[in-house]
């Protein structure tokens, strides 16, 4: 191999160029402050010979010098690659990916993290490789508070795709607006005749829950309807089961809407309706707080709202992009929801006399 062949340098460049190397690393890194002047006619003439060369930077070199990766990491708190994660979880990735293409960095995905005794996933628990990367994206309903106490307190860049709420400190976070689009829910079902609105629990304790609930009580208070609050009969029941005991509640409670805080109930639940000759929406609507499974087979786009998972892996990288950029601070951003008018709320075809 002769020595055309050979990989150009720096060095090569700022031969080339009449210049040292120091000037041609700084115009490669776009220096232009007030404590580094390069002549036009110079930064110009170094970049002619850079594309007369077809030089590459070395990026390991590159690299070095800007003291990061340019790799952010991915944890995930719940298996995304089986079929029935990957149906949620598939635009939230498609997002990140979307932005660290955009931005110039690579991704890492921690799959390896094993299981604390008794417990889930664990961001430390894969052997310290979290600091493999610049910083990291934290994906999952429910996320360990440790792990975001320990990720604050050693000053671990990250962003939590997802609200949280303080664990030692503010948390870093790009969530969806679940308040405000649950009372925009709750506002179109009592214009529709509803006054008694029942809402579905499935005992989960994660903020996203939380802030679904904290939306409709707000919104029934408001307005002056009546919530009531119920769980889903999981204990020796199956969905449809359970769905039938829930029937029978909310039949007793004459409650005429229900939403949905699980998607994975909304199915149930109609089938059960239907299968007892109850017609949805005009006797029972139904609210899903979330996406319904794909599986679920039925021939009905369920009310509700759409979470900006697309939207919001992409503005997590922003954000944890312009964290990494600042060195500090702890960015926290609500997206709104879109709301679903679909087809399984409607107007009350029967309402009781004391109503």
């Given at each position: 191999?002769?020595?055309?062949?050979?990989?150009?340098?720096?060095?090569?460049?700022?031969?080339?160029?009449?210049?040292?190397?120091?000037?041609?690393?700084?115009?490669?890194?776009?220096?232009?402050?007030?404590?580094?002047?390069?002549?036009?006619?110079?930064?110009?003439?170094?970049?002619?010979?850079?594309?007369?060369?077809?030089?590459?930077?070395?990026?390991?070199?590159?690299?070095?010098?800007?003291?990061?990766?340019?790799?952010?990491?991915?944890?995930?708190?719940?298996?995304?690659?089986?079929?029935?994660?990957?149906?949620?979880?598939?635009?939230?990735?498609?997002?990140?990916?979307?932005?660290?293409?955009?931005?110039?960095?690579?991704?890492?995905?921690?799959?390896?993290?094993?299981?604390?005794?008794?417990?889930?996933?664990?961001?430390?628990?894969?052997?310290?490789?979290?600091?493999?990367?610049?910083?990291?994206?934290?994906?999952?309903?429910?996320?360990?508070?440790?792990?975001?106490?320990?990720?604050?307190?050693?000053?671990?860049?990250?962003?939590?795709?997802?609200?949280?709420?303080?664990?030692?400190?503010?948390?870093?976070?790009?969530?969806?607006?679940?308040?405000?689009?649950?009372?925009?829910?709750?506002?179109?079902?009592?214009?529709?005749?509803?006054?008694?609105?029942?809402?579905?629990?499935?005992?989960?304790?994660?903020?996203?829950?939380?802030?679904?609930?904290?939306?409709?009580?707000?919104?029934?208070?408001?307005?002056?309807?009546?919530?009531?609050?119920?769980?889903?009969?999981?204990?020796?029941?199956?969905?449809?089961?359970?769905?039938?005991?829930?029937?029978?509640?909310?039949?007793?409670?004459?409650?005429?809407?229900?939403?949905?805080e699980d998607p994975s109930v909304a199915s149930p639940i109609l089938r059960a309706a239907r299968a007892r000759g109850l017609a949805v929406p005009g006797d029972l609507s139904i609210v899903s707080l979330g996406v319904p499974p794909a599986s679920a087979g039925l021939d009905v786009e369920f009310a509700g709202l759409r979470i900006p998972r697309r939207e919001m892996g992409h503005r997590s990288v922003e954000l944890l992009t312009g964290l990494l950029e600042r060195g500090h601070g702890a960015p926290q951003e609500l997206l709104p929801c879109e709301l679903v008018a679909g087809d399984t709320l409607g107007t009350i075809r029967h309402?009781?006399?004391?109503?």
């Amino acid at each position: 191999m002769t020595a055309s062949h050979r990989r150009l340098t720096q060095r090569d460049i700022a031969r080339l160029a009449g210049v040292s190397q120091a000037t041609v690393s700084l115009v490669l890194n776009d220096r232009a402050d007030a404590n580094v002047r390069i002549a036009r006619d110079t930064r110009e003439r170094v970049l002619r010979v850079i594309k007369e060369t077809g030089y590459v930077a070395d990026p390991v070199a590159r690299r070095l010098a800007e003291r990061r990766n340019r790799i952010l990491g991915v944890f995930t708190y719940e298996a995304v690659f089986p079929s029935t994660s990957a149906d949620f979880y598939h635009p939230f990735l498609l997002g990140i990916e979307e932005c660290a293409e955009e931005i110039g960095c690579d991704l890492l995905l921690f799959t390896g993290a094993s299981a604390a005794a008794g417990g889930g996933r664990r961001i430390f628990g894969a052997g310290g490789r979290v600091r493999l990367a610049d910083g990291c994206l934290l994906l999952g309903r429910s996320v360990d508070r440790d792990d975001l106490a320990r990720l604050l307190a050693e000053g671990i860049p990250f962003v939590s795709v997802g609200r949280r709420d303080d664990a030692g400190g503010p948390v870093p976070y790009v969530g969806a607006d679940y308040p405000t689009a649950v009372r925009g829910l709750v506002e179109r079902a009592t214009a529709h005749g509803h006054r008694r609105l029942g809402y579905v629990r499935l005992g989960a304790e994660a903020e996203s829950q939380a802030d679904r609930l904290r939306g409709f009580h707000d919104a029934v208070t408001a307005i002056g309807a009546e919530g009531t609050c119920l769980t889903f009969p999981e204990e020796g029941a199956g969905p449809e089961e359970g769905a039938g005991r829930l029937l029978d509640e909310l039949a007793e409670r004459r409650l005429t809407a229900v939403f949905t805080e699980d998607p994975s109930v909304a199915s149930p639940i109609l089938r059960a309706a239907r299968a007892r000759g109850l017609a949805v929406p005009g006797d029972l609507s139904i609210v899903s707080l979330g996406v319904p499974p794909a599986s679920a087979g039925l021939d009905v786009e369920f009310a509700g709202l759409r979470i900006p998972r697309r939207e919001m892996g992409h503005r997590s990288v922003e954000l944890l992009t312009g964290l990494l950029e600042r060195g500090h601070g702890a960015p926290q951003e609500l997206l709104p929801c879109e709301l679903v008018a679909g087809d399984t709320l409607g107007t009350i075809r029967h309402t009781s006399k004391e109503d």
